[in-house]
């Protein structure tokens, strides 16, 4: 414990909250921590897939083409693009906890309202609000998760609790076989709002960022949470709390672009913005796709499962893979073989073939994804960790806003599905190129100018 506390200038007894929580025992509070941060984060699989699953059932029911559905898919994310930076920013100078709960309020109220739309406009507005919400939860639950877990549990509890996308896209294609025919897509949508529960729940148990405490200097809070986080741990009210970086006065956005954060955060953000194109446009129109190969709704919506149940094995191993050999070498491991799965989809006749192909498009597509947020958490000081990943992630979802607007277009323009389904897959070539630009490991932290 001596190694955890130091002297103050004031005569006051010094501790690192950052080393007291990297080196304390994974517990039921780090538990707790994740399990509803994972919660949090199966809302994105739900707004990613839902969609997809129900499409071709709306466009019936809307009168739509694929151009306007395509456009229809992407305008949550345009919501998305806003909401990332508004977040994570915010998160860093009023605190984590706070801006989640608001993101997920936000996100489940206007996903339910979907399912009350009278047509493409207000459907859209609707979109563009959840997804406004949606971008203040996963970027927030994986820096919370990432905060509060042991050191050397970190990258693999981070990427465990990211599969949370992958059970929110699982739920969604489930929902969707077992009751589209029987309730339609309104009551699908409807019932979203169940997902509210989770709200108190986070008030009530989820711990707010030690940044924050530290910063506003919410010492009884600290106290409380560092109990909790090492039962063994000895605090009194004569202790000084203080972060392994120290806190800034201003959240910092603009250092993310400076000096040698800029290539990172660049070549990062171009990462995510290609794996997520990629697997918002996929899971969107797949079912579709393979209705037009030939296939029933049922089998479509069957893709999106394979694609998702791979995640189960693809995460945890790209989790334990990135504590041993690296993210990097996960990453150069992950794209081509994303390349190859997807564009073969298209081309193989055999339906086993074709699910097997799909399966591996998850492994890798998914893996990739789990394992992003968590290794830009890696790259960047505790003091603006939420602003980096909320930025890298407004940037990634660009991608999401391009993908299936353009799918829909090349659709409508009756341009082969083999041909779609290769145009999904190239930005795994830009993204593989991209992580191998990014620098390891980061500069110190950026307060070193005051």
Same mark, same amino acid.
């Given at each position: 414990? +001596? ?31 994740? =399990? ?16 997809? +699953? ?8 809307? !009168? ?42 936000? @996100?489940?109220? @206007? ?11 207000? @459907? ?33 509890? *981070? ?7 992958? $059970? ?11 009751? =589209? ?30 940044? +924050?405490?530290?910063?506003? %200097? ?31 006065? !201003?959240?910092? =956005? ?10 990172? #955060? ?40 394979? @694609?998702? &149940?791979? %995640?189960?094995?693809? #995460? ?6 990135? &504590?041993?050999?690296?993210?990097? !070498? ?19 006749? %055999? ?10 498009? &998850? ?11 968590? /290794?830009?958490?890696?790259? /960047? ?9 909320? $930025? ?23 341009? *082969? $599905? ?19 630009? $990014? ?12």
């Amino acid at each position: 414990m +001596t190694n955890l506390m130091g002297g103050s200038p004031r005569g006051r007894l010094q501790v690192n909250v950052t080393e007291v929580i990297d080196s304390s025992s994974f517990n039921a509070f780090s538990m707790k921590v994740a =399990l509803i941060c994972f919660l949090a984060i199966v809302f994105d699989g739900l707004d990613s897939a839902l969609f997809g +699953t129900i499409l071709p059932a709306i466009m019936a029911d809307m !009168k739509m083409g694929p151009a306007e559905a395509g456009l229809l898919g992407s305008v949550g994310h345009i919501g998305a693009v806003i909401g990332a930076a508004v977040f994570g920013i915010a998160a860093d100078a009023i605190g984590r906890k706070k801006m989640m709960i608001i993101g997920m309020t936000i @996100f489940i109220i @206007f996903s339910a309202a979907c399912g009350l739309t009278q047509g493409v406009v207000d @459907f859209a507005i609707y979109r563009l609000i959840a997804g406004f919400g949606l971008a203040g939860i996963v970027p927030i639950a994986v820096a919370l998760v990432f905060e509060y877990t042991p050191l050397k549990w970190k990258s693999t509890i *981070s990427s465990v609790s990211y599969t949370g996308i992958s $059970v929110g896209v699982l739920l969604s294609a489930l929902v969707s076989i077992l009751l =589209l025919s029987s309730v339609g897509w309104r009551t699908i949508m409807l019932g979203t709002i169940i997902g509210i529960v989770l709200v108190p729940v986070a008030i009530r148990h989820l711990p707010e960022s030690m940044t +924050t405490l530290v910063n506003m %200097n919410k010492n009884e809070s600290i106290r409380e949470v560092l109990k909790k986080v090492d039962t063994q741990f000895v605090t009194n009210e004569d202790q000084e709390y203080i972060l392994k970086e120290a806190p800034t006065a !201003k959240v910092p =956005l603009k250092t993310l672009f400076q000096d040698g954060y800029a290539g990172n #955060t660049l070549f990062l953000g171009i990462g995510m913005l290609s794996i997520m194109m990629i697997t918002v446009t996929l899971t969107t129109w797949i079912a579709q796709l393979m209705v037009q190969r030939g296939y029933s709704l049922t089998m479509g919506i069957t893709f999106i499962l394979v @694609f998702t &149940g791979s %995640n189960f094995i693809s #995460t945890p191993l790209a989790g334990w893979l990135s &504590g041993r050999i690296g993210y990097k !070498k996960v990453f150069s491991i992950y794209m081509p073989i994303l390349f190859i799965s997807i564009s073969l989809i298209g081309v193989i006749q %055999n339906l086993t073939g074709a699910l097997i192909c799909m399966f591996f498009a &998850g492994f890798s597509a998914m893996g990739a994804t789990c394992i992003l947020l968590p /290794y830009v958490g890696s790259l /960047y000081p505790m003091n603006f960790r939420s602003s980096a990943m909320g $930025v890298i992630y407004a940037i990634g979802r660009v991608g999401p806003i391009i993908g299936p607007a353009l799918a829909g277009f090349m659709l409508a323009a009756e341009i *082969s $599905v083999p041909a779609v389904l290769v145009s999904i897959a190239a930005p795994s070539v830009v993204a593989m190129i991209a992580f191998l630009q $990014v620098k390891e490991p980061p500069l110190h932290s950026v307060n070193r100018n005051g």
